[in-house]
Nanobody, 124 residues
Framework: VQLQASGGGLVQAGGSLTLSCACS????????MGWFRQAPGNKREFVSATAWIGRTLDYADSVKGRFTVSRDNAKNTVYLQMNSLKPEDTAVYCC??????????????????WGKGTQVTVSS
């Protein structure tokens, strides 16, 4: 099982990036899929999650209204569209696969599979 995040890069404040998380080895179409980020010196923090059941979405307050999570189950891929980026969004972003439950999950401890991250750097 492998999850690979991609799409990170350097962008100016106010810009946009779209991250992708490609999953292989098994299908995650019914699993909760989450995005987390970790900036240097900071703890890993929840960014967004999507649950297959009910297509429920969840966002951290810090990104609500700016980020959009989506999934393409046919491609076994999850996306994170990031708009109006701020310098404080700078971090390594990772995707993760959790259990099959009815709603999104914010706790990293609930996630089983983790992918390598992709660096997002927002300049001021």
């Amino acid at each position: 099982v492998q999850l690979q995040a991609s799409g990170g890069g350097l962008v100016q404040a106010g810009g946009s990036l779209t991250l992708s998380c490609a999953c292989s080895g098994r299908t995650f179409s019914t699993n909760v899929m989450g995005w987390f980020r970790q900036a240097p010196g900071n703890k890993r923090e929840f960014v967004s999650a999507t649950a297959w059941i009910g297509r429920t979405l969840d966002y951290a307050d810090s990104v609500k209204g700016r980020f959009t999570v989506s999934r393409d189950n046919a491609k076994n891929t999850v996306y994170l569209q990031m708009n109006s980026l701020k310098p404080e969004d700078t971090a390594v972003y990772c995707c993760a696969a959790g259990p099959v439950v009815g709603g999104p999950i914010r706790s990293a401890n609930e996630y089983v599979y983790w992918g390598k991250g992709t660096q997002v750097t927002v300049s001021s």
